[in-house]
C-alpha cells in the first residue's frame, strides 16, 4: 500500500488516519485482473487475500488490488449521511484506469458492492453483475471471523482469474493460513 498525493475532495482527508489519505492500490497496474477491497488499513484482511492468490498460483504480477475509497475515517462502518456523499465522491472523481483496462474486477465487500455495483452484497455474493460486469465476494475481513465462507470467495476469485486470460491452480505447497480465533461471548 502506497501513500499518494493529499487528496481534498471532500472533507474526509482532514479525518483520514495517518498515512491513510488517498492511497495508491498495489501489485501490477497492467494487470487484467483487478480486486477492489473497500478501503485500505486492514493488514491481516490483505494478507489472507495474499495467501488465496498465492494458493490459486498467483503473484503481485498477475493483480492488481486497489480500493474503492481511497482513505478510511476513524469510523470504520459509514452511517452518517454527510459519511456516505463523501464516499460517493471518492468513487466519483478518482480516475481508475487499472479498472477500465482490465479483462476481469472483483468487488469485495458490501461498500464496494453497494457502491460499484449498485447492489446489495446479500443478492450479489458470489456471482458476477452483469450490468456492471463484475465479479462480487465477501470483503477478506469478514472471512477472517468466517472462514467457512472462504469457498465462495475462492470460487470467485479462480473465475474471475481464469476470465482475465491467466491459469490459477492449486498450490499446496502454501502454509495453511492461521485464521484468528473467533472471541468467545460469555
Keep these: 500500500m502506497t501513500k499518494t498525493e493529499l487528496c481534498e475532495k471532500c472533507g474526509l482527508g482532514f479525518q483520514c488516519h495517518k498515512n491513510q489519505n488517498n492511497v495508491k492500490g498495489w501489485g501490477n497496474p497492467q494487470a487484467k485482473l483487478v480486486i477492489l477491497l473497500d478501503w485500505p488499513?486492514?493488514?491481516f484482511a490483505e494478507k489472507l487475500l495474499i495467501w488465496i492468490l498465492q494458493r490459486l498460483s498467483l503473484t503481485e504480477k498477475d493483480v492488481w488490488i486497489d480500493y474503492v475509497f481511497k482513505c478510511q475515517v476513524t469510523l470504520?462502518?459509514?452511517?452518517?449521511?454527510?459519511?456516505?456523499?463523501?464516499y460517493k465522491t471518492c468513487w466519483n472523481h478518482i480516475?481508475?484506469?487499472?479498472v477500465f483496462n482490465a479483462s476481469s474486477v472483483?468487488?469485495?465487500?458490501?461498500?464496494?458492492?453497494?457502491?460499484?455495483?449498485?447492489?446489495k452484497m446479500k443478492d450479489k455474493h458470489g456471482s458476477k453483475d452483469e450490468k456492471r460486469e463484475v465479479w462480487?465476494?465477501?470483503?477478506?475481513?469478514?472471512?477472517?471471523?468466517?472462514?467457512a465462507e472462504c469457498v465462495d470467495n475462492w470460487?470467485?476469485?479462480?473465475k474471475a482469474a481464469e476470465e482475465a486470460g491467466l491459469k490459477p491452480e492449486m498450490n499446496l505447497?502454501?502454509?495453511?493460513?492461521?485464521?484468528?480465533?473467533k472471541k468467545l461471548i460469555g
Design 76 to 86: 470504520q462502518k459509514p452511517k452518517k449521511a454527510w459519511l456516505l456523499e463523501s
Design 173 to 181: 505447497s502454501v502454509p495453511a493460513f492461521d485464521f484468528p480465533a
Design 155 to 158: 470460487r470467485v476469485l479462480f
Design 106 to 119: 472483483v468487488v469485495a465487500g458490501n461498500w464496494g458492492c453497494e457502491f460499484v455495483v449498485e447492489g
Design 136 to 147: 462480487v465476494c465477501y470483503s477478506f475481513k469478514y472471512l477472517l471471523m468466517n472462514p
Design 95 to 98: 480516475i481508475r484506469q487499472e
Design 41 to 43: 488499513g486492514d493488514h
